[in-house]
């Protein structure tokens, strides 16, 4: 079957020519040209805040001194000159060589010791976070000084990772100041009896197994970048075994209402470019790292992994392969099941323009309507694959795909730069099109990929990533990037085809698409058969919800003075108390990426202060003024602990941490086993957006169709929701919540009711203001 089927295949391959001297010469000169940028860019991130001018400087003023000798710097001369000496420099050298030898090496020396001076001085000032508890507006003196020191040291704009070896370290917390906020959240969540027991379990552990593990973790901080960010990945993603979907991978819609081309073709052609022009930034080092309040750097590690990178399952523990750009040249388009090798370089190294992508795309989707009754359905369902549990797909990878033509054609799937899926469907709404981009129809993604790009039938998008190799604010930054694009330039005709481009470009031999083929077996069709059916399930069984409030937004919460993402997240308990009568642990997602390899931290947003103010709601005698004080106290409270867990204070990345150290070392902890387990019955994170130096006023009216929505994600908990929200402009808030249908307990459509009234009841309180 499978000899028959390759028989009456017609691949469109190109043709390739025996390598010639000029094909050797133009191999040759991009690695020495590619050599020599990653040489300079390692050597300017090595020395940066200070720079080569910096060295010239320095060797000319010494330089001059020595020649010209000026009164006032006759210790200093005199000191040069006998320096020259002591180097053993041949005295029958010109006066004016010895004197540019002397100097070339101590302005090479003062230079070194300068930078290191100037790096060591930034980082022990990028520590220093007393900004961040401050108002963005009334900045004390002490912080005004300090960020202009910052700013003085730092110097030139820094390229994308320069400021990599200025960030300071994530601290290690004291175990008492953990142990004492873990309690103090948790005692707005468990019973009196259930408290009683954690806090007996967390004495003993204090004084037993604490000291121990806290002194590895220590260590660890001082010889790792980060003591917690590479377990974190190893342990929370790489060594679970759950499926993909719905438990790790999340999605991002493109605009909301809007759509800038009525052609599929012409759509992914343009997307496709503007995301590899993203690409060629980072592969440049030309992208701007970010930085808060346009002084404190962040962490942009993460960034180098956001294409050519793919998970791929082992039986125990899952791998993350990143390819470098010169084994990763290609994209896989995807279209009715058949998948084809695309390359967006040309021969000369060039990006591939708008219209030869277009035209590219165009033959592909020709192509594939031709030969997709050709195949049979378990090859159209391949994907679905990466849909099963870790384990079960990692032994038919390994028994089914590595060796001969599926082999190939895997390694070209994975080593791609991204995947682009061309689809038929057409969502309804906002609503279908969300949960058609979390999970596809479970055939059409390839979960493993970090990057899938959904083209649906009515030319709108989305993305669907993977995300152990990054965080969704660094994806959330390329897609605002991509986005903003098609907003703020003409990229499509009138006839909504991609822009020809300006007559002087030149695109130089392309190579062919080629269509990538399986050979599918009587025991591998088995097997897609059972993971198309259990990828179906687990999609039937989502409840994904996505709404916007667009009577009022961000804007009116400011205006009662009160943090948006604390007003939400106060909303949000009291929308769960209203929908289950309780009060739970609830995960909100924060970023640590001020630190060295800094990722995530949890903010345990149900506090004492929350739950005092959802009780005064549901309470008749609580009058409004008192209602808004303790709304006012809870969202103080939430802020607080946002800037604590941003700061290396949090609580669960340290548990984390000692919980691994605790089980590396064979012991075991009932304190540590039990805090470590409790479930996240409400998991939360606000979208993040705005991410570029340049992005425009939101809340004009011409963009009002225009704004993402943001993303979401499938719930933590079986028995709880997935909470996103995203305020992408001042009058507008979007929610994606999620659940799961087989619980009886939850139904995101009316938690999303719950969510706008207790919205209203909590604004109502402002009234009078």
Known sequence: MAEARIAVAEPRVSKERQNNWLDIGRVWTTTVIRTYYRTRNSIRNGMWPTSLSNLTIACTVLLFLMLTEPGFTYSINSWLWKLSYILHIPQKFPRTLRAAVT???????????????????????????????????????????????????????????????????????????????LLESLKAVCTEEEFQEIEKQAKEFKNTLAPKLQNILVIKSWIS???????????????????????????????????????????????TYNILTFKRLIDREELPPFVLRNTV??????????????????????????????????????????YYKLHVYDKMNQLLCPTSLEEQIEWIVKDAEKHADLISEEEKNIASLTALERTEWAKIRKECLISGINGESLRAVERSIFIIAILDYIPKDLNSKCNYLLNGDGKNIWFDKSLNLLILGNSSCGVNCEHSMADAPVMAHMWEFTLSKEVLERLYDDNGRCMPPLKTFQQAKLKAPQRLLWDIGPKLAEKIKFSLQIAL????????????????????????????????????????????????????????????????????SCTIENVEFVRSMIN??????????????AAIKHQQLYRDAMNGKGVDRHLFALYVVCKGLGHESEFLTNVITRPWMLSTSQTPHTQLASAPDANLPIFKDKLCPGGGFGPVSDEGYGVSYMFPNDEKIFFHIS???????????????????????????????
Not at 231 to 251: D, F, G, I, V
Not at 626 to 631: D, G, H, I, M, T
Not at 740 to 767: A, G
Request: charged share 25%; glycine share 4%; net charge positive.
């Open 537 to 604: 399930k687990n999609n039937e069984d989502l409840d994904l919800f996505v709404v916007d409030h667009d009577s009022w937004g961000k804007g009116l919460i400011k205006k009662c003075k009160i943090s948006p993402d604390a007003f939400i997240q106060i909303a949000l308990q009291l929308a769960y108390f209203k929908d289950a009568n309780k009060f739970v642990q609830t995960y909100e997602a924060s970023m640590t990426r001020m630190y060295l390899g800094g990722r995530t931290e949890t903010v345990r």
């Open 620 to 633: 008749s005698k609580s009058t409004k003024n008192e209602r808004a004080e303790l709304l006012k106290k």
């Open 739 to 769: 659940s799961k249908r087989t619980c009886p307990k939850t139904d995101s459509r009316q938690f999303s009711k719950h969510i706008f009234t207790s919205m209203e009841d909590m604004i109502k309180l402002f009234d009078d203001n």
């Open 297 to 338: 750097p962040t962490c942009m590690a993460q960034y180098e992994r956001l294409f050519s990178t793919v998970r791929i399952p082992g039986e125990d523990i899952d791998e993350l392969h990143h390819f470098e750009s010169a084994k990763s040249k290609h994209i896989i388009v995807m279209r009715r099941g058949l």
């Open 103 to 181: 100097s070339g090496i101590v302005g090479f020396i003062f230079f070194i010791v300068l930078m290191n001076i100037r790096q060591y001085l930034l980082r022990i000032l990028l520590s220093y976070r007393g900004w961040m508890y401050e108002p963005l507006h009334a900045s004390s003196k002490l912080t005004l000084l300090w960020c202009a020191v910052v700013r003085l040291i730092s110097g030139y704009q820094p390229s994308l990772y320069s400021c990599q070896r200025s960030l300071p370290r994530m601290p290690v917390p004291a175990i008492n100041d953990t142990i004492q906020r």
């Open 225 to 271: 970048q980060n003591y917690v960010s590479d377990w974190w990945e190893k342990y929370a993603y790489l060594k679970s075994r759950s499926p993909l979907p719905n438990n790790s991978n999340y999605y991002v819609c493109d605009q909301s209402y809007w759509t800038p081309a009525t052609t599929q073709i012409s759509r992914a052609a343009c997307l």
